[in-house]
């Protein structure tokens, strides 16, 4: 009981690709990107509409590793 | 009062229909039998990517995160923003590290994150610590759902004593009864509630203000002394730490684990996490509600801070609409509450009772045991926002956070690398908690008074002047994040010296390809279902 499991099948899904996804995580921790009100939006400072964008930058890069881990497992 | 009828009735009516669900949903994908902890407790382990994504969404975004994260903003201005990067960063974390859980989780039957520990780590110490922390992490984030309805009820001007107790007694039966099934259900009706009452706010408030840019106005306005529509050189810090450290601790929490080993597959898992769009923009708009509240001249009721978004709506919306908005907030809050519940449930059954009391318990023994608990957990929240001060909650909300962190090397970190030894991560949880409650400890509350637990936000100057170093003399850092570098420190140094000593280290039960595989494999031999590795001697 306590041998430690046989290897089955090669590791698939762990990917380079996934290095990817630490530009989301990156972007939205650099202040001097955002912290501005120039220029305005739709009536927006800069510091709030530049962080909502940055939530399409996170869609895209999880997509896009999505798209392409997605055969590997 | 009479003014508050329409409110009242219409709320009350949303409540009803919820509730009901609730009990219907044990008939929901009615499994063979619900007295298993897969059933009660995870669902079926079936969820697809529909279900699973507005169960994920229930749990991440709660009645407490829409009626607090305005109210921070309300109050502080740019820096309660945190939750927008919070929630961008949180998703590509959870695509990466959550679904390599969901593999080793399905190929071994875990229910827990303790139990993933228990196995990885060989250190049933370790797994205990585990267990208690997300449990004592889990309880006061629970009592603040109850926040949420409260500041709701007194909007309202409803007596909350009673409300509360009614809404939790009729929450508790049909979690009792449905297991996860009934929050996943509900979490439909929650969710459109709030889309649609937020869409509604976000057209419909600043119109009737006179456009964004009144809005932004206004909040200048207030913040004028400090610039505080922007961050500063004091203050920047302390939001991007907070920023990463809040995603971080997001997916330690037992009930995001839940939410997530729930799902039926892989895919499931990354397809939700690649399409949160709409939960993220709605957490960014909801906290731009803060500002609405300013330029909209909101008073909060008494010192309560956190009624400013239902008096908002309560000021600006026809009562009809109010009663929606309200029953989205309190809706809001009952769905997490019960996976919270659930997940604290599971803890204790799997890793305490089942651990310590009963090694042998049957799956039907492990499910009553579960439902049991989830009702006492339940009591346990309504009494701690009846006897104590609701800003007590909070504070212990704020130390659950960064306790919760300290969970990460064992959890997050092991997932990924079995380099660190068992007692380098109980010495890391030991310091980084130890150094956590230290630090939380010496924060002043500025608004109450309060010499102790004040916030989150940690002055360097209380260390060393932050000027040498370039910084802001007033700069502050999240202490989760100090701590969790700290505990993750003390591990490394500790397994240095393990290895070095040559003391022994637990057996790992699971295998590499544990952590990449996909459904319909086959479960890992000598460890089919939910049996779990004989205890490793300890010393």
Redesign the interface.
């Known amino acids: 009981m306590a041998a430690p499991p046989e290897p089955r099948r090669p590791a698939t899904g762990s990917s380079r690709w996934h290095w990817l996804l630490i530009v989301p995580v990156v972007v939205p921790l650099l202040v001097f990107l955002y912290n501005s009100k120039d220029p305005y939006l739709f009536g927006f400072p800069r510091f709030y509409w530049l962080q909502l964008a940055f939530i399409l930058l996170g869609v895209a890069t999880t997509t896009l590793v999505y798209q392409l881990t997605r055969k590997r497992g | 009062m009479s003014n508050h009828v329409t409110e009242i009735v219409i709320a009350t009516l949303l409540f009803l229909l919820v509730s009901g669900m609730g009990f219907w949903a044990a008939r929901w994908r009615r499994p063979s039998t619900m007295a298993h902890l897969n059933e009660w407790g995870l669902g079926g382990r079936s969820f697809g990517s529909w279900i699973t994504w507005f169960l994920i969404g229930g749990d991440l975004y709660t009645a407490y995160t829409f009626v607090a994260v305005p109210a921070l903003l309300f109050g502080a201005g740019?820096a309660g923003?945190f939750a927008?990067?919070y929630?961008?960063?949180v998703?590509?974390?959870v695509?990466?590290v959550l679904?390599r859980l969901w593999?080793v989780s399905h190929r071994h039957g875990f229910v827990t994150p303790a139990d993933f520990v228990r196995a990885r780590s060989g250190s049933s110490t370790m797994a205990l610590l585990v267990a208690v922390t997300g449990i004592v992490a889990t309880m006061p984030y629970i009592a603040l759902q109850l926040v949420g309805i409260e500041a709701v009820l007194k909007a309202m001007h409803v007596n909350p004593t009673w409300a509360l107790i009614i809404a939790f007694a009729v929450l508790a039966a049909y979690t009792y009864q449905s297991g996860l099934r009934a929050p996943a259900l509900i979490a439909f009706v929650k969710d459109s509630l709030i889309y649609l009452v937020i869409i509604v706010a976000i057209i419909y408030i600043p119109y009737k203000l006179g456009?964004?840019?009144k809005?932004?106005d206004a909040a200048d306005t207030k913040f004028k002394a400090t610039n505080g529509?922007?961050?500063n050189s004091a203050n920047?810090w302390q939001?991007?730490t907070l920023?990463?450290g809040s995603a971080l601790a997001l997916f330690l929490y037992p009930h995001s684990v839940t939410g997530v080993l729930a799902s039926r597959s892989?895919?499931v898992i990354?397809?939700n996490?690649?399409?949160?769009?709409a939960y993220?923009?709605l957490l960014?708009l909801i906290a731009?509600l803060g500002y609405m509240a300013i330029a909209a001249k909101v008073k909060p009721i008494g010192t309560d801070g956190n009624t400013i978004v239902p008096v908002l709506f309560d000021q600006m919306f026809p009562q009809w609409f109010a009663g929606v908005a309200f029953a989205a907030v309190a809706i809001g809050a009952l769905v997490p509450a019960a996976i919270m519940a659930i997940a604290a449930a599971n803890l204790f059954t799997r890793n305490i009772y089942r651990e310590y009391f009963r090694p042998h318990a049957e799956p039907a023994e492990e499910a009553t045991v579960s439902k049991i608990t989830s009702l006492a957990v339940k009591v346990g929240a309504v009494l701690f926002i009846l006897l104590i001060n609701p800003q007590f909650s909070i504070d212990l909300q704020l130390i659950g956070g960064v306790i919760i962190l300290q969970t990460l090397p064992a959890v997050a970190i092991g997932l990924y690398t079995r380099w660190l030894h068992r007692w380098g991560l109980v010495a890391g949880w030991a310091a980084g908690m130890a150094l956590g409650l230290w630090m939380l400890y010496q924060i002043p509350n500025a608004a109450t008074k309060h010499a102790h637990f004040g916030g989150s936000a940690f002055p360097l100057s209380k260390w060393f002047d932050p000027t040498s170093i370039g910084l802001n003399a007033k700069a502050t850092m999240y202490v989760g994040f100090v701590a969790v570098l700290f505990n993750i420190l003390v591990a490394v140094v500790v397994t240095l010296i393990c290895r070095a000593a040559k003391a022994p280290d637990g057996?790992?039960?699971?295998?590499?390809?544990?952590?990449?595989a996909?459904a319909g494999g086959e479960p890992?031999?000598?460890?089919a279902g939910d049996q779990l590795?004989?205890p490793?001697p300890t010393t």
């Not at chain 2, 996490?273 to 769009?277: E, G, I």
């Not at chain 2, 890992?524 to 460890?527: E, I, T, V, Y």
């Open positions: 740019a923003f927008v990067p929630t961008v960063i998703y590509p974390l695509f990466a679904v593999s456009g964004w840019h809005i932004f529509t922007l961050l920047e939001y991007v920023a990463f892989r895919g990354k397809r996490m690649s399409a949160p769009p993220s923009f960014g731009l057996v790992d039960m699971t295998a590499p390809d544990d952590y990449t996909d890992a031999a000598g460890l590795p004989e490793a």
